[in-house]
């Protein structure tokens, strides 16, 4: 099992940025792909962006161009930095990290976009 502690959400103001980390640990020998979802009050969770062990990355077309997902894996850590903010990406993000067999998640954390 893998342990995900997200951090760096806040209060910004619109055209702002934020970067969101995302920091692993336990079974991270396990890790194959890590990446981010959203889930605005009221909405289902949706998918904003993922990134493989090489480092292949995928976005949600309503983030691409403001947002990038970067990988360290020598500290086991996923970053998400977001540009550009608009009141629509405020939401809960949530970490995850897939192996072949699991999907583990974060506990989530506040990006509140709004002047």
């Known amino acids: 099992q893998v342990q995900l502690v997200e951090s760096g959400g806040g209060l910004v103001q619109p055209g702002g940025s934020l970067r969101l980390s995302c920091a692993a640990s336990?079974?991270?020998?396990?890790?194959?792909?890590m990446g981010w979802y959203r889930q605005a009050p009221g909405k289902e969770r949706a998918f904003v962006a993922t990134?493989?062990?090489?480092?292949?990355?995928n976005y949600a077309d309503s983030v691409k161009g403001r947002f990038t997902i970067s990988r360290d894996n020598a500290q086991n850590t996923a970053y998400l930095q977001m540009n550009s903010l608009k009141p629509e990406d405020t939401a809960v993000y949530y970490c995850?990290?897939?192996?072949?067999?699991?999907?583990?998640w974060g506990q989530g954390t506040q990006v509140t976009v709004s002047s």
């Open positions: 995850y990290a897939a192996s072949w067999n699991t999907v583990d």
């Open positions: 336990g079974s991270i020998f396990s890790i194959n792909v």
């Open positions: 990134i493989t062990s090489g480092g292949s990355t």
